[in-house]
Nanobody, 129 residues
Framework: QLQLVESGGGLVQPGGSLRLSCTASGFPLHDYTVGWFRQVPGKERVPISCISRSGATTNYITSVKDRFTVSRDNAENTVYLQMNSLKPEDTGVYYC??????????????????????WGQGTQVTVSS
């Protein structure tokens, strides 16, 4: 089974930046579409961004577009989420997820959690002054 580990979270002031990493083991990550999700206490885990297996296609929810950038280094088995101009509402636990399904609709939408089989344990991001 694919194992995913997120890292890079922390406390940052509004306007600051963080880069999250999602590192895979067990299988080559280039076979997987990867998504990033955010969850706050008491609320659903929501999709933030996604990236195709090659990295050629990415998608974002409106609230993070132009501030967040997803990328991947398949040689390093790692996907990144660069988060700039952070806002307090970006606070939450960030999860990466992956799936081998080649038909995940990442061009037309940012797919919800039901599309993904493998999940990391999450990393906390807190944006506060």
């Amino acid at each position: 089974q694919l194992q995913l580990v997120e890292s890079g979270g922390g406390l940052v002031q509004p306007g600051g930046s963080l880069r999250l990493s999602c590192t895979a083991s067990g299988f080559p990550l280039h076979d997987y579409t990867v998504g990033w999700f955010r969850q706050v206490p008491g609320k659903e885990r929501v999709p933030i961004s996604c990236i195709s297996r090659s990295g050629a296609t990415t998608n974002y929810i409106t609230s993070v577009k132009d501030r967040f950038t997803v990328s991947r280094d398949n040689a390093e088995n790692t996907v990144y989420l660069q988060m700039n101009s952070l806002k307090p509402e970006d606070t939450g636990v960030y999860y990466c997820a992956a799936d081998r399904n080649p038909t995940i609709p990442i061009i037309t939408t940012v797919p919800d959690r039901g599309w993904y089989h493998d999940w990391g344990q999450g990393t906390q991001v807190t944006v506060s002054s």
